[in-house]
């Protein structure tokens, strides 16, 4: 099938790949020129794993083509995604502006347009944004009624790193319709992955992805908490986390504690679903509470730092500075936060990452980016802030260059007894 989709960013542009891989032509669309330009070239805009080599063969095959223009993207496919930002508020509230934007923009497409067409949404959005805002949006452009053209809600859930990966092997598919037909088609270009495709309303459908991380988030924030808890005891919490994960009630994954979750998703996303709940006159504790702890996670690495060092006019090694293994992105990255609090206590760092390097320099142009050996040498600290399996392979006398031994994980990535020195956030 032709399908088009709206925002070529994280999310877009690796489902326009997974939609390629599955058979499909894709035209991809964005505002930025020079993201088109680079995604015709078959050169992607982020780092992802796999992706630069599956977009390039769907380029030369002619299977994704790149446009700024949402009419002739509308005109040559049958459904078209909406796959924009939804960052936030000030106020923590939910940000529709570009997903308005885009709805109006595929409202006059619509117009221009004779044959039906399905508009699926696939940014997250909060529980009633589809009814309340793009369908409005849709029909007033259009001249048409919603059912003359399709509707649908089809949450995605990709990590980031894994992101094809998760495409191409979802657990489930989950389609919010509008009616039979607009369902039916967002089925049909799903067909050759095998997972249980639920079919549900709209606002189903959007609030079971902010249910889904809110779980996710929910997992990490409370096992953090038992780390912090266990540091002071001089307990391991993974070996808590292993034993507990057994339970197939609990499960093994998301229990890794450290400095926190980051991303782009689940804070902006828990946020804007307190705002939504304050609105209805909600109080959920819980879910706030998981926010407040995951604020103060990054800050513990800082403290047990201070415990062992005054870091005015020190030189810290800061390795890692994506929000987590496999990505480019530092959106919520814990290793930002950490990094502004460390300089406006008068450290110098000394920074690394595999991939995050550039994006990081954007927010902080002032620090000193070099690579693992430099970062190390005469350092007073070290800190490992991101998965990398390069990091993994860290032995002791690597080490060897620092000024002074001081070695904090936050996450866990070296191990116990492998380097000397070394101490864990939460563990
Ligand atoms: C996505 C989802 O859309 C978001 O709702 C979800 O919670 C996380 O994932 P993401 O792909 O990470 O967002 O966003 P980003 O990388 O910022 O990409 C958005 C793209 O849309 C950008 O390339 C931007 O240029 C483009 N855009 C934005 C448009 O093409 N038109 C607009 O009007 C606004
Ligand atoms: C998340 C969801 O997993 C995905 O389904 C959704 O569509 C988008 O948001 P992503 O943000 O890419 O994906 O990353 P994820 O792997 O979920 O990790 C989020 C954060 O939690 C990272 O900072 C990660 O390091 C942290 N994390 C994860 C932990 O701190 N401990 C864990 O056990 C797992």
Redesign the pocket.
């Known amino acids: 099938m032709d399908i088009s989709i709206?925002?070529?960013?994280?999310?877009?542009l690796c489902t326009a790949v997974g939609f390629a891989s599955l058979g499909h032509k894709v035209i991809c669309?964005?505002?930025?020129k020079e993201?088109v330009d680079k995604i015709n070239h078959g050169v992607p805009?982020?780092y992802e794993d796999g992706l630069e080599a599956r977009l390039k063969a769907a380029v030369e095959a002619k299977q994704i083509t790149a446009t700024t223009d949402t009419d002739y993207a509308v005109k040559n496919s049958e459904i078209s995604f909406i796959?924009?930002?939804?960052p936030s508020k000030d106020d923590g509230s939910i940000d529709l502006t570009?997903v308005k934007?885009?709805s109006r923009e595929l409202g006059k497409a619509l117009r221009n347009k004779d044959g039906y067409h399905v508009i699926a949404v696939?940014?997250?959005?909060v529980p009633g944004t589809t009814d309340d805002i793009v369908i409005p949006e849709l029909e007033r452009h259009s001249g048409k009624k919603a059912g003359e053209f399709g509707v649908c809600m089809v949450p995605?859930f990709l990590r980031e790193g894994k992101a094809l990966h998760d495409f191409l092997n979802p657990d489930r598919i989950v389609i919010g319709e509008l009616d039979k037909k607009s369902g039916d088609i967002a089925e049909k270009i799903h067909e050759k992955l095998k997972t249980p495709i639920l079919r549900k309303n709209i606002k189903t459908a959007e609030m079971i992805k902010y249910a889904s991380n809110t779980f996710l988030a929910a997992k990490i924030s409370l096992i953090n908490e038992i780390g912090n808890i266990c540091k002071k005891l001089g307990i391991d919490v993974y070996d808590v986390a292993e034993a507990v994960g057994y339970d197939r009630r609990i499960g093994k994954l998301f229990l890794e504690a450290g400095i926190g979750f980051g991303g782009?998703?689940f804070r902006?996303?828990i946020s804007a679903l307190l705002k939504k709940a304050d609105q209805l006159g909600c109080e959920p504790k819980l879910i706030k509470a998981m926010l407040d702890t995951n604020k103060g996670q990054p800050l513990k690495i800082i403290e047990l730092l201070e415990k062992k060092t005054n870091v005015k006019g020190k030189k810290i090694a800061v390795l890692g500075l994506s929000f987590k293994a496999g990505t480019d992105d530092v959106r919520d990255s814990p290793a930002a936060v950490i990094i502004k609090e460390l300089t406006d206590k008068g450290a110098f760092i000394s920074a690394y990452d595999p991939n995050a390097v550039e994006n990081m320099r954007k927010r902080f142009p002032g620090i000193t980016y070099a690579d693992i050996g430099e970062c190390l040498d005469n350092a007073d600290a070290c800190l490992i802030l991101t998965d990398w399996d390069e990091f993994r392979q860290l032995e002791d006398r690597d080490f060897d260059k620092m000024r002074n031994r001081i070695i904090l994980e936050g996450r866990r990535v070296l191990g116990r007894n492998k380097v000397r020195g070394f101490e864990g956030v939460a563990w």
């Open positions: 709206i925002g070529s960013g994280y999310v877009g669309v964005d505002v930025e993201k805009t982020i796959a924009v930002g939804t570009y934007k885009v696939k940014s997250t959005v995605e782009s998703c902006k996303d």
